[in-house]
């Protein structure tokens, strides 16, 4: 059975960090990339990062580019999401999200990780 359980998320000050960590189990971590993807109160789901199954390609949305890191370790089969300089607006549910490149489609999602940026 694949799970994924995210872990991390927390309440923290304008212009803090919060590392968030997904541990993957079930499936075989090494050979698939990863993503991050948030949900902000009453909005969609929008697309924070990916990583390829080896960890050497990293991709983010422009208005993220600086800010985040997302790295894996996949002795620990393990995703993570460096998160920096955090606003109020990056106030959302994280869900860590296994890619399916056969289905061009995410196909596993974890129960997601809230954050919560507040003074």
């Known amino acids: 059975e694949v799970q994924l359980v995210e872990s991390g998320g927390g309440l923290v000050q304008p212009g803090g960090s919060l590392r968030l960590s997904c541990a993957a189990s079930?499936?075989?971590?090494?050979?698939?990339?990863m993503s991050w993807v948030r949900q902000a109160p009453g909005k969609g789901l929008e697309w924070v990062s990916v990583?390829?199954?080896?960890?050497?390609?990293?991709r983010y949305p422009d208005s993220m580019q600086g800010r985040l890191t997302i790295s894996r370790d996949n002795a620990k089969n393990t995703l993570y999401l460096q998160m920096n300089s955090l606003k109020p607006e990056d106030t959302a549910v994280y869900y860590c999200?296994?890619?399916?490149?056969?289905?061009?489609?995410?196909?596993?999602w974890g129960q997601g990780t809230q954050v919560t940026v507040s003074s």
């Open positions: 999200a296994k890619w399916d490149g056969s289905t061009w489609a995410y196909d596993y």
């Open positions: 079930g499936f075989t971590f090494s050979t698939y990339a």
């Open positions: 990583i390829n199954s080896g960890g050497g390609t990293t």
